[in-house]
């Protein structure tokens, strides 16, 4: 299998315990360009049977990391498409994303999460942020409400001067629901809650941010016992 995505996701444990988690993969190197996705589970050790979604047009990998909401994990697509793997009914679903026409390049585009829990679709055209909020029932189906447009430059720190200035979305944390923005020169996280940014550092080479927490399993003994391994 080719063309493929994944998603490692890790539910809270008590102090001293080991983690349960689960790996979602996604592929779309299906004879029909159907996606399809499985889910590995820790506590059971067992992969599920594949899962296949129909898809109105092909489906391609954009290559930017999920987008974790409620019980939910979003994919996007560098077609009109993104796609909802539900995690406690084990459905995929392929789901046709607000009506952008701006040619805005996928890489500026976003799945976030909004302050109710809702999924929005974001789009970064510098100095514009559009956030369109959505609401997708359970046959896939999304509502998608006129964006709220919000102008960069209200940001502490940003610049205010955007004459030949190229912005990249360069990724997004939804723990923090930060966003990451390449503004020439610097890289700046953005706090759309708070309305304010801090600059990160300044560099020459745009690459895409990968948030991520790390966690370990413990070490099990035949008979039974867990150590748990800790860094040094």
């Known amino acids: 299998m ?13 102090h001293g315990h080991p983690n349960p988690f689960k790996v979602v993969l996604v592929s779309t190197a299906t004879s029909d360009d159907q996606p399809l996705a499985c889910v590995y589970s820790s506590e059971t050790r067992i992969w599920s ?10 489906f391609s990998d954009t290559g930017v990391p999920p987008t974790l909401i ?10 009109d498409l993104m796609l909802k793997f539900d995690l ?7 789901i046709s994303v607000p009506p952008v026409t701006d040619g805005t390049y996928y890489r500026n585009r976003r799945i976030i999460q909004a302050e109710d829990g809702t999924i929005v679709y974001a789009i970064l055209s510098y100095p514009s942020f559009q956030m ?6 359970g046959h896939g189906v999304a509502t998608w409400l006129l964006p709220k447009t919000i102008d960069m430059h209200t940001f502490l720190g940003l610049p205010s001067q955007i004459s030949e200035v190229l912005g990249w979305l360069l990724g997004y944390d939804e ?21 304010q940014s801090r600059k990160l550092h300044e560099t020459s080479c745009v690459n895409p941010y990968y948030p991520f927490k790390s966690f370990y399993t413990p070490e099990i003994h035949e008979g039974g016992e867990a150590d748990m391994l800790h860094d040094p």
């Open 88 to 94: 406690d009914k084990h459905i995929l679903a392929a």
């Open 70 to 79: 409620g019980s939910a994990v979003y994919w996007l697509s560098v077609s």
């Open 49 to 58: 049977n594949p899962m296949s979604a129909e898809a109105p047009g092909q």
């Open 132 to 137: 369109w909020q959505g609401n997708v029932n």
């Open 2 to 14: 080719d063309n493929l995505g994944g998603a490692v996701l890790c539910a809270a444990g008590d």
């Open 175 to 195: 723990d923090t629901d930060e966003i990451f923005v390449y503004v020439r020169p610097n890289v700046y996280g953005v706090q759309l809650k708070l309305m």
